[in-house]
């Protein structure tokens, strides 16, 4: 069970983690297309094409979609730990 426990936690990790890189990608350089930056876009779209969906963007400047895909793997790891503990 602990195992279970530790792999979500890593899982949910790495994905916050990326999705934070993928912001600070886009604030930083925008427009650049290297390997690097192809990884993390392409890693990243499938899990914040969901929430572009359930928020469309419209003629808001800013797209809210990571910040909506950060807060809700947060509040998944703490209902997963709170069910399983």
């Not at 602990?2 to 990790?13: E, Q, T």
């Not at 604030?27 to 890693?43: A, D, H, Q, V």
């Not at 969906?53 to 800013?62: D, S």
């Amino acid at each position: 069970m602990i195992l279970i426990v530790r792999i979500v936690d890593l899982l949910i990790s790495v994905i916050n983690t990326l999705i934070l890189i993928r912001v600070v990608l886009s604030w930083l350089s925008p427009m650049s297309r290297n390997g690097f930056t192809e990884l993390i876009y392409n890693t990243t779209e499938p899990i914040l094409r969901p929430f572009r969906m359930l928020i469309p963007i419209g003629n808001m400047r800013m797209d809210i979609s990571p910040i909506i895909a950060y807060f809700f793997f947060i509040i998944l790891r703490r209902l997963i730990f709170m069910l399983i503990f």
